[in-house]
Each structure stands twice: as C-alpha cells, then as structure tokens.
C-alpha cells in the first residue's frame, strides 16, 4: 500500500477548480428588450447578476454608449438598500458593453399589487418607496421615470427597490438632457421642459399611491402631489412630514373611536350583569313562593305581588337604558358631524392659499413675458405699449388654462397694471431725455 493511500488527511473534495464558481459570465438568459437597450441576467462566482447592454443595431452610436455610461455614472453614486446597486461596466461575451448589477429576485409593483397584499403592507411599500426617492433626491438626481414596473418588491416582501434610472439626470451632467419619462406618470411641466427637478418624481410617487389604494388618510397627499409644481410638495422630507401627520391623525381618531366602543360595550356588559341579578333574584323568588304554598296562600300572593313589581322595574330600567343608548348614539352623530364641517373648512381655507399661489405664479411668469416683450429699444412708446398688451393676451390664452375665471380676471388686472406702470416710466423718461437734450443745445449754441 502506498504512503499516500494511509494519509486518512486527505481529501476527496479539494479539486483545481470549483463547480459553478467562474470569474467569467455564464448561463446568460435575455430577460428583456426594448428600442435601445437589451437586460439579462447571468451567473458569476456562484451568484446571479443583471447586465443592461445596447442592443447590436445601436451599439456603435454614441448618444447611446453615453446614455448607458451615463446611467451607470449615476448608479455608482447610491448605496442605499432600496435602490439597485450597480458593480462596474465590462464588456460581456454575447451581450456586449454593460452595466453589471445586482439581480433582484421579486416582482414589478405592478404585478405585486395584483396579489393579496394587505392595506398594511402597500403602506410600508410606500414607505420605503418614499425613502428611496429621497435618498435619491439628496444625491443631486432626479429619477424622471417612476412607475410600476421600474419598482421591485423583493421576492420574501420584505424590502423595495428602485431600478432602471436610464432615464435619470442630475445637474452635473450636460448630456442628454431631452424631456423623457413614461406619459401616464409625467407631470404636465416635465413632458415641455429638460431640466431635472425632484418635484417631477413627486407628482409620479402620487399617480403610483393612486394606484396602490393606500386608504382615506392618503386622498390629500395623493392631491396635493399631483398639482401644479409650484404647489405640489417641494421636496421629498416635506411629503413624508405630510403622511406622518395624516397617519397620526387617523390614528388618533380610531383610538377615540376604539374607546368610545370599549365604554359603550362596558355599559352592554353592566346592563346585561343587572338584568342577570334581576333574573337570579326573581328565580330565588319563585322558588321561595312555590315552597311558602303548602304554608298560606295568602303569603303567595304576596310573593306574586312582589314579583310583579321586580318586573315592573324591570322593564322601567330597560326603557331607560334604551332612551340612554339613543342619546349616545345621537351624540356620536353630532361628533361626526362637527369633525366632517371642521375638515371641509380645513380644506376650504387650503383651496384659497393654492388659488392664491396659483395667481401670483402666474403673474410673475406673466409680467416676465411681458418684460421680454417690451425689452426692445429703439422703437416708439405706441409700438412697445401694443407689444405688451398682445403679451399679455398671448400669456392669458396659453399659460393661464389651470386657474378659474376669477383667477384669471385678476392676473389680467395685474399685468394690465405693471404695462401701465412701464409707459408711464417709458413717458417721463423720454421727456427727461428731451429736456437734457434741449439744454445740451443751448449750451453748445452759447
């Protein structure tokens, strides 16, 4: 036998290489393609990854090598556990140039919230999915394509993440800068305009929460999201300032409520537990009379007489509990109905401060129309003046469709004004330039 056969060290399992482990990509599998990009996944070190590449039709243009350079600069900014981490950017045997991340096992937001998902559970999605937003947002970039299908609820529910930012910008960059995003979850500004703003993620985080059904304390976020930019929330930390408060508050209410129900069921149980002595007592009375009729039967109609009057107080008690129980029930309406006067005036006075910013941003875009209207110099008082009043009609007709009637009454008187206000310096400057002039040539002539 050979020294080597009697080593008992020695081990069947230790070989060159490792099944599975490779240093190159292997398995891969397309996942998905679209005009421009190709994804898949692929196995490396024993692990899956996703690679995002360029499809071969489009992978020599170079608008689209600095989109996908682009994106993966973005990524390598984040390290957040709700946002898709990206690892590096090499070139892979079938797919090409790409951006090699981690790979998500779970399923779209919008396949998700066509399960069983609790109230609950939708809430602490959108939770998380605020959170990723705003980590995003601290990091000087603007996602620009929010949806469903760009959001990941991992395979064990316990954890959200953001993925495909090829549509993404941040103010550093200076490329591919052209208005993008998926329409049905656009706000109205980011379909005209190509700078990146946080507030455009804002207004597709409330269309999404639309879509989750996230319940009554959500109805005003859900709004107060999808208005106009300017009124809309400013940033993320304010939004989730809003849902905590509307949170509380209707935790507030149902804890008033819970208690409202644990006195009146305390005061079921009592009335039950009297009307229970009541019938114990009338039992013992009963049988305290059947035993005194082999005595006298006069002492049993006394004891009948006594019954009867038990019962009758009985009764009198039980009306009494009803009239009380009515009142209770009048008064938890009367509660309800102050609460629901108390929130719509709420409401009211939130609608006139909305209709009061919505006027003053549109007379401040207006009187900057109209100032670029007239800026040009060189031409007649009368000429300016017209330029600025058809200014103001082309800015009413075109830029004013968000406000009411009145609002735009108001804005029209506004802008009317500050034009009058300009002929009038427009007037006296001239004469001032013609006194000077008048003296200058007096002054020459002597």
């Given amino acids: 036998m050979k020294k080597q056969d009697l080593d008992s060290s020695a081990s069947g399992y230790i070989t060159d290489s ?36 360029l499809r071969n039709e489009v992978a020599g243009e170079a608008a689209c090598l600095q989109r996908l350079r682009k994106e993966f600069e973005i990524l390598m900014q984040m390290q957040h556990p ?51 937003i705003g980590y995003v947002h601290a990091k000087g970039i603007a996602h620009r394509d929010l949806k469903p299908e760009n959001i990941i609820v991992t395979r064990n529910g316990k954890g959200v993440k953001l993925i495909d930012f090829g549509l993404a910008d941040t103010d550093s960059h200076a490329i591919l800068k052209q208005p993008a995003g998926t329409p049905r979850y656009m706000s109205p500004e980011q379909m005209q305009g190509t700078i990146a703003d946080g507030r455009n993620d804002i207004y597709s985080l409330g269309v999404i929460f639309q879509q989750m059904a996230l319940g009554r304390p959500y109805r005003y976020i859900i709004k107060r999201c999808m208005l106009p930019i300017d009124e809309r929330y400013q940033h993320v930390q304010a939004l989730e ?16 409520l819970l208690g409202l129900i644990l006195i009146v069921t305390i005061g079921v149980i009592i009335v039950l537990a009297y009307r229970q002595r009541a019938l114990n007592l009338q039992t013992r009375n009963q049988q305290q009379a059947v035993a005194m009729q082999q005595t006298t039967i006069e002492r049993q109609r006394r004891e009948i007489d006594t019954l009867r009057h038990h019962i009758d107080e009985n009764k009198q008690e039980q009306t009494k509990q009803g009239a009380a129980m009515t009142a209770l029930v009048g008064n938890v309406d009367a509660v309800t109905d102050y609460q629901e006067r108390q929130q719509q005036q709420e ?5 006139e401060a909305q209709s009061n910013d919505r006027m003053s941003s549109a007379f401040m875009a207006g009187a900057d129309n ?12 009368d000429e300016r003046y017209n330029r600025g009043k058809h200014a103001i009609e082309r ?52």
Avoid: P
Avoid at 91 to 110: A, H, Q, R, W
Avoid at 347 to 351: G, P, T
Avoid at 429 to 439: A, D, G, I, S
């Fill in 18 to 53: 490792f099944e599975g482990i490779s240093h190159t990509f292997t398995d891969v599998e397309v996942l998905s393609t679209s005009d421009v990009n190709v994804v898949a996944k692929a196995k490396r070190y024993g692990r899956w990854w996703l690679l995002k590449g």
């Fill in 82 to 132: 709700s946002v898709v981490t990206a690892y590096g950017l090499e070139t892979v045997e079938g797919i090409g140039y790409c951006i090699v991340m981690e790979f998500v096992d779970g399923s779209t937001l919008k396949d998700w919230l066509q399960g069983e998902a609790t109230k609950q559970q939708r809430r602490r999605v959108a939770d998380e999915l605020t959170a990723a």
């Fill in 241 to 256: 300032e809003a849902i905590s408060r509307r949170l509380s508050l209707a935790r507030r209410w149902m804890v008033a």
């Fill in 347 to 351: 409401e009211e006075q939130q609608d």
């Fill in 370 to 381: 109209l100032r670029k209207a007239v800026a040009e110099k060189g031409t007649s008082i």
């Fill in 395 to 446: 800015f009413m007709r075109t830029q004013t469709q968000n406000l009411t009637d009145k609002e735009k009454k108001e804005v029209r008187i506004r802008l009317q004004l500050k034009l009058d206000a300009f002929l009038r310096i427009w007037t006296n400057t001239e004469e001032l330039l013609k006194r000077m002039k008048n003296e200058y040539k007096g002054t020459t002539t002597e």
